[in-house]
Every structure is written in structure tokens, then in C-alpha cells.
């Protein structure tokens, strides 16, 4: 038998925490490449960080994250969205 989990606010700062550590890594891989296709993707991971950021800032500055993770939503709020 399956088991519900609902969205908890410690899983979404680990996930936050992982992406960020994961874009930071590939910048700093990345950094010193010369190669046409390595600076590209350097750009788009740049790029991908800051909305990354954009995102985080969003919900912790405004508590959405918090306040989903101790408010979920019920069944019926979902599927009328």
C-alpha cells in the first residue's frame, strides 16, 4: 500500500540547497573552458541560477514555501486550479 507525503518545508529548501550547490558547481567547472559549446552552456547555467535565485527570493521573502508546506492544499482546491 502507497503512502501519501505532502510537501514538507524542509524538502523544499534541501531541493533548493541541492540546485544550488549543483549550478554553483558547474560555474566553477566551467569557468576557465574555452571550448564555444562549454561557454554557451556556461551562460545557460548562469542564466538558470538566477532564476533559480529569483524563484527562492520569491517564496521565502512572500512565506508562500511555508506557508503551502503547513497549509496544503486539499484535494478540492487542487483540482478546481
Known amino acids: ?11 523544499v529548501i534541501t531541493v533548493y540547497d541541492d540546485m544550488f550547490d549543483h549550478t554553483d558547481g558547474l560555474i566553477r567547472a566551467l569557468a576557465k573552458k574555452k571550448t564555444r559549446w562549454k561557454e554557451d552552456l556556461l551562460f545557460a547555467v548562469k542564466l538558470a541560477r538566477q532564476k533559480l535565485s529569483k524563484y527562492h527570493t520569491e517564496e521565502t521573502m512572500d512565506g508562500h514555501v511555508s506557508h503551502f508546506c503547513t497549509h496544503p492544499p486539499t484535494f478540492l482546491e487542487v483540482a478546481m486550479v
Not at 1 to 11: A, G
Request: cysteine-free; charged content about 20%.
Open 1 to 11: 500500500m502507497s503512502k501519501r507525503h505532502s510537501v514538507t518545508l524542509h524538502h
